[in-house]
């Protein structure tokens, strides 16, 4: 699990960055996504590095989960490619998309349980749809699942009505690594959690990244959540990646939204991980934004 394919494709093909050598697991060129006039994504390019955690950030309704689900297929796009672990889906076969597909896990905005099914029968469907498991086995891997993000193994003859927000969060996640993904999609997995539900579920992440080796991708509007475990941030604005990189690449970046955002009144009360102080908001900051970011 989690090691580098045997099948994929020689070393171009898999995206390496000439630069730092690290593996593209992701890579989205160009991507074009319309709902008739509506134009959400326009010509929209994104890197995601193995084994990081991506913070991916942006105004509400500017196209985290269209873009999220565009990935995965789930929506249509109109222009672009997207590489997953190197191979471009609409250049490979249905067996090599199946076997590609079963890499991903994912964790919706809305619906990320089936209300109608208990834990351990949600953690089971991905493992219904790709493998062909004994019930017994499949019953020992949803108890692993389960112990693995941190729930009660009562938890797993429970329906979802009967879970608390972030326990439903958790079985979600355990249902997202079912079948072992190298790339993990979590759209906004702390919001309606409080300050320290969210704070133990970003600690879960960044647990399962280093032990699992992991590479998540995380729509994600909670501060902390980027502050204190995302590796990298991409900040969607003007239907396309305005800029992607560090916190302290977020900070010096010239753009109102990405100024107002990360040196906003919230932002200063979140310590940095690296200095345990405050974000500075004059460090760099545009007087446009400056001027913003009292406003919050
Ligand atoms: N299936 C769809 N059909 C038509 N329009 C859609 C569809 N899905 C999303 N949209 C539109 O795409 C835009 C982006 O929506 P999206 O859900 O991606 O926003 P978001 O960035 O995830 O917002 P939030 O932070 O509130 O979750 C919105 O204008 C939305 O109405
Ligand atoms: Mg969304």
Known sequence: MNQPDQDLPDENATGEDPNGKRE?????????????????????????YRGEILGFVGGSGTGKSVLMRAILRLIPRQNGVIRILGEDYDQVDE???????????????????????????????PMREYLDLPQTLMDELAELKI???????????????????????????????ALDPDLVFLDEP?????????????????????????????????LDSLFSVCDRIAVLGEKHVLVEGTIDDMLSFDDPWVQS????????????????????????????????????
Do not use: W
């Open 261 to 296: 955002y990360f040196k906003g009144e919230r932002a200063r009360m979140i310590p940095d991980r690296r200095t345990g102080r405050g974000v500075n908001p004059d460090q760099g900051g545009t007087q446009a934004a400056n001027q913003k970011s009292e406003a919050i």
């Open 190 to 222: 702390t919001s309606g959690l409080d300050p320290i539900g969210a704070a133990e579920f970003d600690q879960l992440i960044a647990r399962l990244r280093d032990t699992l080796g992991l590479t998540v991708y995380m729509v994600t509007h909670d």
């Open 24 to 48: 593209v697991i992701l890579s989205v060129r160009d991507i074009c996504v319309a709902f008739g006039d509506n134009t959400v994504l326009d010509h929209l390019d994104l890197d995601v």
């Open 147 to 177: 112990e693995m993000v941190g729930l009660a193994p009562d938890a797993a003859d429970k329906y979802p009505s009967e879970l608390s927000g972030g326990m439903i969060k958790r079985a979600a996640l355990a249902r997202a690594l």
């Open 95 to 125: 067996a090599r998309k199946f076997e590609l597909d079963m890499r991903l896990g994912v964790l919706f905005q809305q619906g990320a349980l089936f209300s109608a099914l208990t834990v351990r029968e949600n953690i089971q469907v």
